[in-house]
């Protein structure tokens, strides 16, 4: 049985948890506090949040939020980076700070409860962002109906060039008159 601390930081990191759309699993050993908030700051910015959990409190939580897959993640000191907005751009945060900073390491993650690599993330964090990706698909879903239309008007357009070639050649007789 919990203490009552402990089952406080196990309720709130299940909804947590249940709420993140991804949860990636990092070693933030060697890192100093400055840097965390530099982290945490630049998370914050996209709807993210860098939380250090003990393992056996989250997979507890896990359990209890029905996520799975993070017990084998879950060895030695864990900070759970959760992004409940946009998964793309917390996961470029992560991989931008531990190129920069050399010492965080990314042991995995969830999307979905889906099971991801540490390479599953830096392609993640490769694509590019939701208004783009719905901008591709906008015009995707455009092209075919403009050319179509193009097409459609075409021939009444040839027409109206004929009548004005015409015009343009009966007109000009007059005025040599």
């Known amino acids: 049985m919990p203490t009552p601390q402990k089952a406080v930081k196990i309720s709130s990191l299940a909804a947590d948890l249940a ?45 209890r939020a029905g996520v ?8 030695g000191p864990t900070g759970l980076v959760l992004a409940y907005d946009d998964p793309v751009q917390a996961s470029k945060v992560v991989t931008d700070f531990v190129r920069t900073s050399r010492i965080l390491t990314v042991r995995g993650g969830l999307l979905d409860n889906r099971v991801l690599s540490p390479a599953d993330i830096d392609n993640l964090a490769t694509l590019p962002p939701r208004e783009e990706l719905q901008a591709k698909l906008l015009g995707m879903l455009i092209s075919p109906l403009a050319r179509t239309l193009g097409v459609l008007t075409g021939p009444a357009r040839s027409f ?14 007059a005025e040599a008159a």
């Open 19 to 63: 709420r993140a759309q991804l949860t990636i699993v990092t070693d933030y050993r060697g890192l100093k506090v400055t840097d965390l908030e530099g982290l945490r700051t630049s998370l914050r910015a996209t709807g993210a949040s860098f939380r250090i959990a003990k393992n056996t409190l989250t997979t507890i939580a896990a359990g």
């Open 160 to 173: 109206a060039y004929v009548l004005n070639a015409r015009a343009e050649q009966l007109d000009t007789p």
């Open 68 to 75: 799975e897959g993070l017990d084998d993640l879950l060895a």
